[in-house]
Nanobody, 131 residues
């Protein structure tokens, strides 16, 4: 059974930083693209960042480019999201997710606007940025 468990959320002032972690279990982590998505109250879930399974190519939403960094440690089955220069509009529940199918180009497709369907999702971690 695949499990994705996020941690690292919290309350931070504008301009501050947080590092989210997502621990994966239940399959060969290194064979799967991984992504971070977020959903603010009253808004649809949106793509934030993704990292490829092969070579670690990274992709970002325009709203977080230059501020957020996604990375992965395949030895620890963990994907990270380093968030710097946080803004109040970054307030949301952040979800870690991975496709149910290995390989492919999922990360690039999410960044290009493809729906994040046929996925495993974590339970989410709340990030609140105060002004």
């Amino acid at each position: 059974q695949v499990q994705l468990v996020e941690s690292g959320g919290g309350l931070v002032q504008a301009g501050g930083s947080l590092r989210l972690s997502c621990a994966a279990s239940g399959r060969v982590f290194s064979s799967y693209d991984m992504g971070w998505f977020r959903q603010a109250p009253g808004k649809e879930r949106e793509f934030v960042a993704a990292i490829g399974w092969r070579g670690g190519s990274t992709y970002y939403a325009d709203s977080v480019k230059g501020r957020f960094t996604i990375s992965r440690d395949n030895a620890k089955n963990t994907v990270y999201l380093q968030m710097n220069s946080l803004k109040p509009e970054d307030t949301a529940v952040y979800y870690c997710a991975g496709p149910k199918v290995a390989g492919g180009t999922w990360a690039r497709e999410w960044a290009q606007g493809s729906p994040a369907s046929y996925m495993y999702w974590g339970q989410g971690t709340q990030v609140t940025v105060s002004s």
